[in-house]
C-alpha cells in the first residue's frame, strides 16, 4: 500500500514499545504515564452512572451536540471559576479527552512548514501530532521553574511560529511548574507578537503542598489582548478516571468554530453517556475529596522516590523534586560524575526487573541521551524502594 506522505514524519511512540517488553513476572514499572486505578471514585462514578441511566436515559443514549453536552458544558463554567477563570459554556466545547483538544488545534492551525515551538522536552504526542500536519517543531529549553522566556522570546522572534505549546502545571515529562513572573511574560510575548499560546493542564489540580500559579487563562485578563491569542486544554482523565475520554477545549470564537467543525469530520461528538457521567459527578460534591487522597498518596510516593534515589543511586543521578503531578526528571550522570548513556542503562534495568522511560524522545531534536522520566502514580510506597534499588544495580 502507499500510505500518505505525512506518515514520513512520524513514528510509533517509544514509550508505546517500551510496553511490550514489560511483560516479564515481577517487573515493576516507572514507565507508564497512568494514574493510579485504585485512587478513581469508582463508588463515586457509579453513582453518577446510575443516576444519568435511572433519569430519562434517551438524550444521554442517543447522538449529541458536536459542542458537547449542555449540562456537562455548564458545569464546567463553574469548575473553571473553581480555578479562577471567567468562562462562558458557549466558550468552550467538550472534546474526547484533552488529547483530541490538541489534535483539533493541529488540523486547525498548522499547515505544512509551519513552525511550532514546544519545550525541550515535552509531551512526546504533542511532537508526533503537530508533526503529523507537517509542523517544524522547535524545542525551547527548560529548567525547574518552566521553559525559559528569553530564549522563548528569541525563538518566536526568528521562527514566527504558527503556536507555542506549553504544559505550565508539572509538566510531562519534566515535573516542571512555570514561575508567576515567567506565565505573565509568556502572556505579553503572546499578545505583542498574536501568536497563539495552547496551555495544556492535565495535572494542575495533582499538587502536593501549595497549589501552582494562576493558570495563564486565569492570568489573561491581566494583560491586555493575551486572551485572543490563548488556547487552554483541560482533562478529567488524571483527577476522575481516563477511560470515561472527558476533556475540554476553552479557545478564541474563531479557533472553537473551526475547531467544532473538524471535530464533526472526526468523531461527530464525545460521548454523552461520560459527558453526563462527569457532569452529575461533578455535582455529587466529591471531586475535593477525592482530589486530597490522590494530592497525599502522591505527595507521599514522590517523596519515597527522591529519598530512594538518594540514598540508592547518590551522584549517579541528579533531578529536580517535582511539587506535584506523576513524573520525576532525572539525568544520568554516571558513578564518576560523567554523562551516561541511558539507553544501555534501560536495557539493564529491565534484566533487574525495572523499567523507565528513557528522555531521548521527549525532545523534538538534540535529545539529552542522559536524560530520564520516572513515573511514581502506579507504584506503592514498597515497590518504589524496590524499583530504585534494582535501579542501582542496574547501574552497578
Known amino acids: 500500500m502507499e500510505f500518505a506522505n505525512r506518515l514520513k514524519n512520524v513514528e510509533t511512540s517509544a514509550i508505546r514499545e517500551l510496553f511490550k517488553l514489560l511483560g516479564k513476572p515481577g517487573i515493576i514499572s516507572f514507565a507508564g504515564g497512568f494514574p493510579d486505578p485504585t485512587l478513581f471514585d469508582a463508588e463515586g462514578i457509579a453513582l453518577a452512572s446510575q443516576a444519568v441511566l435511572n433519569n430519562n436515559p434517551g438524550p444521554v443514549l442517543q447522538y449529541g451536540a458536536t459542542e458537547g453536552y449542555p449540562l456537562l458544558r455548564e458545569a464546567l463554567v463553574g469548575f473553571m471559576a473553581n480555578k479562577g477563570c471567567v468562562v462562558q459554556a458557549d466558550g468552550l466545547i467538550t472534546t474526547t479527552g484533552s488529547q483530541q483538544a490538541l489534535d483539533l488545534i493541529g488540523k486547525t492551525m498548522i499547515s505544512p512548514g509551519d513552525n511550532v515551538i514546544v519545550e525541550a522536552p515535552t509531551f512526546l504526542a504533542t511532537i508526533q501530532c503537530y508533526r503529523l500536519y507537517g509542523a517544524n517543531v522547535i524545542g525551547c529549553p527548560i529548567d525547574a521553574h518552566g521553559i525559559q522566556v528569553d530564549r522563548l522570546e528569541q525563538l518566536m522572534r526568528e521562527h514566527r511560529p504558527k503556536l507555542v505549546y506549553l504544559v505550565p502545571n508539572f509538566g510531562n515529562p519534566s515535573g516542571a511548574t512555570l514561575s508567576l513572573e515567567r506565565r505573565l511574560r509568556v502572556l505579553?510575548?503572546?499578545?505583542?507578537?498574536?501568536?497563539?499560546?495552547?496551555?495544556?493542564?492535565?495535572?494542575?489540580?495533582?499538587?502536593?503542598?501549595?497549589?501552582?500559579?494562576?493558570?495563564?487563562?486565569?492570568?489573561?485578563?491581566?494583560?491586555?489582548?493575551?486572551?485572543?491569542?490563548?488556547?487552554?486544554?483541560?482533562?478529567f482523565s488524571k483527577i476522575l478516571s481516563p477511560g470515561l475520554r472527558v476533556g475540554w477545549l476553552i479557545a478564541p470564537k474563531d479557533l472553537l468554530a473551526n475547531a467544532?467543525?473538524?471535530?464533526?469530520?472526526?468523531?461527530?461528538?464525545?460521548?454523552?453517556?461520560?459527558?453526563?457521567?462527569?457532569?452529575?459527578?461533578?455535582?455529587?460534591?466529591?471531586?475535593?475529596?477525592?482530589?486530597?487522597?490522590?494530592?497525599?498518596?502522591?505527595?507521599?510516593?514522590?517523596?519515597?522516590?527522591?529519598?530512594?534515589?538518594?540514598?540508592?543511586?547518590?551522584?549517579?543521578?541528579?533531578?529536580?523534586?517535582?511539587?506535584?503531578?506523576?513524573?520525576?526528571?532525572?539525568?544520568?550522570?554516571?558513578?564518576?560524575g560523567n554523562s551516561a548513556d541511558v539507553a544501555t542503562f534501560a536495557k539493564n534495568a529491565i534484566e533487574q526487573g525495572v523499567a523507565f522511560v528513557p528522555g531521548a524522545p521527549f525532545f523534538a531534536h538534540d535529545p539529552d541521551p542522559s536524560s530520564l522520566r520516572l513515573s511514581f502514580a502506579t507504584a506503592n510506597e514498597a515497590r518504589i524502594r524496590e524499583g530504585v534499588a534494582r535501579l542501582a544495580k542496574a547501574l552497578a
Not at 510575548?189 to 497549589?211: C, K, R
Not at 517523596?303 to 541528579?318: E, K, R, S
Open 188 to 235: 505579553e510575548l503572546a499578545a505583542q507578537m498574536e501568536i497563539l499560546v495552547v496551555e495544556d493542564d492535565p495535572y494542575g489540580e495533582l499538587y502536593f503542598d501549595q497549589p501552582p500559579p494562576a493558570s495563564l487563562l486565569a492570568l489573561s485578563p491581566q494583560v491586555q489582548g493575551s486572551a485572543d491569542n490563548l488556547a487552554y486544554c483541560g482533562s
Open 260 to 336: 467544532t467543525m473538524c471535530k464533526q469530520f472526526s468523531d461527530a461528538h464525545t460521548s454523552n453517556l461520560t459527558q453526563a457521567i462527569c457532569a452529575h459527578y461533578l455535582g455529587l460534591n466529591r471531586m475535593t475529596a477525592t482530589l486530597d487522597v490522590v494530592r497525599k498518596t502522591y505527595a507521599q510516593r514522590a517523596a519515597v522516590m527522591a529519598q530512594a534515589l538518594v540514598d540508592d543511586l547518590g551522584q549517579a543521578i541528579a533531578f529536580d523534586a517535582p511539587q506535584g503531578g506523576m513524573f520525576f526528571w532525572a539525568r544520568l550522570t554516571g558513578h564518576d
